[in-house]
């Protein structure tokens, strides 16, 4: 593990997904320690310090592509949108999911797709370095020297 560290990290890509241990990107990729930047969050919501490590990993690590990733089963979705009583800072964290999600939606793999786009979309919102191009993405110059 210590050469793997001593060789830095170019990854080439950069990904908010959720915290379930159940779907690691790098199990999903089939790729190797440094390969992916990773932020994880309940629900692949874009927070702030999780834009601003996408932020980092793009003018640092010259990472070229970021990617949100949604996943089927997703608790944090289920839990913004049903009725049980949940705790004030779950609350709080499913508030950003909720407004993501249609009124009267219901169905969980729609609701996921729905946080999902709308994570994406939050990048362009809260970053300068992040944009959306056509149908896809493109990241801005935060390069330095570029």
């Not at 959720?18 to 874009?46: E, H, K, T, Y």
């Not at 009725?83 to 609350?91: H, I, W, Y």
Request: charged share 15%; hydrophobic share 40%; proline share 7%.
């Amino acid at each position: 593990m210590n050469g793997v560290l001593a060789e830095g990290q170019p990854p080439w890509a950069g990904i908010i997904t959720c915290a379930d241990s159940r779907v690691p990107p790098s199990w999903i990729f089939d790729v190797n320690p440094g390969q992916l930047f990773v932020v994880c969050s309940a629900g692949n919501m874009a927070f702030d310090d999780g834009v601003v490590s996408m932020e980092y990993a793009v003018a640092n690590l010259g990472v070229p592509l970021i990617m949100v990733l949604g996943h089927s089963g997703c608790g944090a979705v289920s839990a913004a949108l049903g009725d049980q009583p949940l705790t004030p800072l779950l609350e709080q964290s499913v508030q950003p999911i909720r407004a993501a999600i249609p009124s009267g939606l219901n169905e969980l793999e729609q609701g996921v797709e729905h946080n999902t786009r709308s994570a994406a979309a939050a990048l362009t919102v809260k970053s300068s370095g992040v944009g959306q191009r056509g149908g896809g993405w493109h990241i801005k110059n935060l390069r330095r020297g570029v």
